[in-house]
């Protein structure tokens, strides 16, 4: 065995981040550690590279129990750790990176650069990388930096390898290079903890799935014996569900009840780069239209490329059937559209200002004269929205970060509800919030669609999705995979969707036949 | 805010309360000073002048002083505006003395079209800056040092390094000399400006654009604000502040001079907009605080002047007291 964890546990003050993780690695193995945000799995990582020490249990190494006061004494060991954000030189070559600190000299001083490149050559030849060494880092794509990343981290000795996320940042192109690069590192015997949300990848190159739950180990088994549907059920925690995968799928194909109301939001084909992929969906007025898929699916992405936030690619967006010519949240929120963000502190508060400035911030030029914003209609405005909404404050003038997080939301929906939009996008818009609040939240939600707005949402948690929605559409890897009506269905139904995976992929968006 | 100094008044209104600052709580009044220190260090050194420093009683003293102050108040606005969107104007010293080279070049083709010159080259120096940042994403440090650089060198170029005397009478050599009551009328149109820009800030489309830009640009994107129109119109006023300080610097003067005009402003206009209480984070600014701000350093530098204190120590005796007062300022809204 390379690398093994025996019980370990560690706390962070009250939360118990990891509970009685056994885990192991063996050499020339791809091992997929899974789970959803905050299962665990950084946790897992940090103790493994000696960034943090574990509470209790232990860590062997070839058998013998190895305690490591930071990753460079992990390093030193052979266990490295390769994290999304890059950690080398952009401004030098390929080859000083790869070498840096421990470059070849000539005469003990001088830095033998042509022995360098020649021997960066050779590395990149080995894990198939066609890349000049001379090049200066910067000017090759995010992934390509963090295959080199890698490449840096076992020639400096390490034997087993924490990929953590790889591919968030990779093109198409870039992750059959990394795939490559994987094939050779098993080859060498390198033992790979392969971290990732994307469940195709994982079933593509990891011999073994582990998965992580609140901090414990909920599945551990070699690939071919765990299916993806219960895998995913182990994510989420509804083991039960696994038996009936196909049964919702076959459903997808109905349509809601509302079918004859207007179209209220039209996507088709949109596409953002390789992580909103040929979307096209529908919502009708006074439907909650969920979009639903796990982590990394592609659902922020989704709503921001609808929203203009981000350029699409190709494909088109309509408002009450009228086309978005020039996709930008101005020119979306001119037509109809309403977006509210997941990030709420650094995409939607505005920290520094009030309440009353924070609510109204979307409608600036609806209040003003002349560009000149009147106070009184301004005020009419928060007063009624405060009011409507139910948002506790001192006051219109009381800065937002009085606000507790839920009522903070409050006004942000209120943002986005003043600009008297046609179709309102919700991403994850209880994320953070406590139980009470996000009870009000789905009331005003529910309320929108009672009045003719069509609501396309999101939540972190697919419980919630199911309930608040009248049906969804489910995303996986920035690709439509399948509808669902949701009435009088359970999330179960949903998880047999979002396992089911391949075997749904190609069902046409929902309500785009009508 | 409920405070009894001024501050109150004028001070960004939108500007959220600080939380859990001093306070002195007399009735319904609540005052932080840590916010207020501004005001504080500005009554307190006068105080200190008038009882210690010879001849700071001299009415004629009051009047050099705004006259000096009169430009120092125009970068400062601009300063505090660029500041509130978290970005910076480094060129405004430097807009000044082209705004001068201007007046100096066109000054023969008389004098209304020479004040027009300044203001408009200033204009055109922020609308590039305004360009370079809005356009192409360039940070506002980087962009206006090039402008400080730049405008300087062209400026020295224009007028061949030399002075050029203004003729004695007409509209500029009035606007460094004339002062009825003891009041300079610059300074009244720097204070009338001032008051105009609190207005814009407070209450039009582009004054809270800037903040709003300041506080978040992604939150302001998604909320469809025209934050490069914004960013273009801050940089863009800042020149053109910057262009009307050079018309008034060089007024006063009574010349035209590259070399002299506008030396290191910016770094009093930063001073100045930074303890009046517009943070360096954005998203928040105060109109009459930068004014007291720019006050408060003239102030310092005659008081120096007035003690005979060493022009090298006193350059030292400035830079401590400015982090004095933004250390007093720490955690202050």
Redesign the interface.
Same mark, same amino acid.
């Given at each position: 065995m390379l690398l093994e964890t025996r019980g370990l546990v560690k706390t962070f003050g009250p939360v118990r981040a990891l509970r009685d993780v056994s885990f192991d690695l063996q050499a020339g193995e791809v091992h997929g550690l899974m789970g959803e945000n905050g299962a665990g799995k950084s946790t897992l990582i940090k103790l493994l590279t000696g960034l943090n020490r574990p509470d209790g249990g232990s860590i062997l190494l070839d058998g013998r129990p190895v305690s490591f006061d930071s990753p460079r004494a992990a390093q030193a060991a052979g266990v490295a750790a390769v994290y999304q954000e890059i950690n080398l030189i952009p401004e030098r070559s390929v080859a000083d990176n790869l070498f840096l600190g421990r470059e070849p000299r000539r005469f003990g001083v001088l830095v033998d650069r042509a022995r360098m490149v020649e021997e960066a050559r050779a590395l990149l030849r080995r894990y198939r990388l066609e890349i000049d060494p001379r090049r200066t880092l910067r000017t090759l794509g995010l992934g390509l930096q963090q295959l080199i990343s890698i490449a840096r981290v076992v020639s400096l000795g390490a034997r087993a390898v924490i990929l953590d996320e790889p591919t968030s940042a990779l093109s198409g192109a870039e992750v059959e290079l990394l795939y490559g690069v994987v094939e050779q590192l098993r080859r060498d015997g390198i033992g790979l903890i392969y971290v990732s949300h994307r469940l195709s990848e994982c079933y593509r190159l990891c011999d073994r799935l582990t998965v992580l739950r609140d901090g414990a180990v909920v599945a551990s088994e070699p690939t071919a014996s765990l299916p993806r549907a219960r895998l995913v059920a182990a994510m989420l925690g509804r083991e039960q569900v696994a038996a009936q995968k196909d049964h919702a799928a076959a459903h997808g194909a109905q349509d809601g009840p509302d079918t004859e109301a207007a179209v209220a939001l039209a996507v088709e084909d949109l596409s953002w780069r390789h992580r909103v992929r040929n979307v096209s969906l529908q919502v009708r007025r006074g439907e909650i239209v969920g979009l639903a898929g796990l982590l990394g699916s592609g659902r922020t992405e989704t709503f921001k490329t609808i929203?203009g936030?981000e350029k699409p690619d190709g494909g088109t967006v309509s408002v009450a059937g009228r086309r978005i010519a020039s996709p930008r $949240?101005?020119e /979306?929120?001119?037509r109809g559209l309403a977006?509210l963000?997941e990030d709420r502190r650094?995409?939607?508060?505005?920290?520094?200002?009030?309440v009353?400035?924070n609510l109204t911030?979307?409608v600036?030029?609806r209040i003003?004269r002349f560009?000149?914003?009147s106070?009184r209609r301004r005020d009419d405005m928060v007063r009624r929205y405060v009011q409507s909404l139910g948002v506790k404050a001192a006051g219109p003038?009381? $800065?937002?970060? /009085?606000l507790s997080g839920g009522n903070q939301q409050k006004v942000l929906i209120a943002?986005a509800l003043c600009t008297e939009p046609d179709m309102v996008m919700l991403d994850d818009p209880t994320r953070g919030i406590d139980v009470g609040a996000k009870a009000e939240v789905h009331r005003v939600v529910r309320g929108l669609a009672a009045e003719g707005l069509g609501v396309l949402v999101t939540s972190s948690e697919l419980e919630e999705v199911v309930e608040l929605s009248d049906r969804l559409v489910v995303l996986d890897e920035g690709r439509v995979t399948g509808g669902l009506d949701t009435a009088g269905r359970d999330s179960d139904d949903v998880l047999a969707i979002l396992a089911g995976g391949a075997a749904g992929t190609n069902a046409p968006a929902h309500g785009a036949a009508s | 805010m409920t405070a009894a100094v001024p501050g109150g008044r004028i001070a960004e209104r939108g500007a959220p309360q600080p939380a859990g600052g001093r306070r002195l709580s007399i009735g319904r009044l609540s005052i932080d000073w840590r916010a207020q220190s501004v005001y504080v260090a500005f009554v307190a050194l006068v105080a200190f002048d008038l009882l210690v420093t010879p001849g700071f009683r001299n009415p004629t003293v009051i009047r050099s002083l705004l006259f000096e102050a009169a430009p120092l108040i125009l970068i400062a606005l601009g300063q505090s505006l660029a500041i509130g969107t978290r970005g910076i104007d480094l060129s405004v010293g430097s807009v000044m003395a082209l705004s001068s080279a201007m007046i100096g070049l066109t000054v023969d083709a008389g004098q209304g079209l020479a004040i027009g010159a300044g203001i408009a080259v200033g204009l055109a120096c922020g609308v590039l800056n305004g360009l370079l940042v809005a356009l192409l994403r360039i940070a506002p440090l980087i962009s206006s040092l090039a402008l400080l650089v730049a405008a300087r060198g062209l400026a020295q170029a224009l007028l061949g390094g030399a002075r050029v005397d203004l003729p004695f009478g007409g509209p500029i050599p009035a606007l460094g000399q004339m002062a009825p009551l003891g009041i300079p009328v610059v300074a009244i149109v720097s204070l009338l400006l001032a008051a105009a820009f609190a207005f814009v800030v407070r209450r039009t489309l582009p004054g809270r654009y800037a903040l709003f830009v300041g506080a978040s640009r992604t939150a302001a994107t998604l909320a469809g604000h025209p934050v490069r129109l914004t960013l273009a119109f801050v940089y863009g006023l800042s020149g053109l502040l910057a262009g009307l300080a050079g018309v008034f610097a060089t007024a006063r003067l009574g010349a035209a001079d590259a070399n002299y005009i506008g030396v290191q402003f910016e770094l009093d206009a930063i001073a100045a907009a930074v303890i009046g209480g517009t943070p360096l984070s954005g998203g928040r600014i105060s109109t009459l605080g930068t004014v007291f701000g720019v006050l408060l350093l003239v102030v310092l530098d005659a008081s120096f002047i007035m003690n005979n204190v060493n022009a090298n120590y006193a350059q030292i005796l400035k830079a401590a007291f400015i982090v004095g007062a933004l250390y007093l300022r720490r955690g202050a809204a």
């Open positions: 929203y936030a $949240p101005s /979306s929120i001119r977006f963000s650094s995409e939607g508060v505005f920290a520094q200002l009030s009353a400035e911030a979307a600036l030029p003003s560009g000149v914003i106070r003038d009381a $800065p937002i970060t /009085s943002r | -």
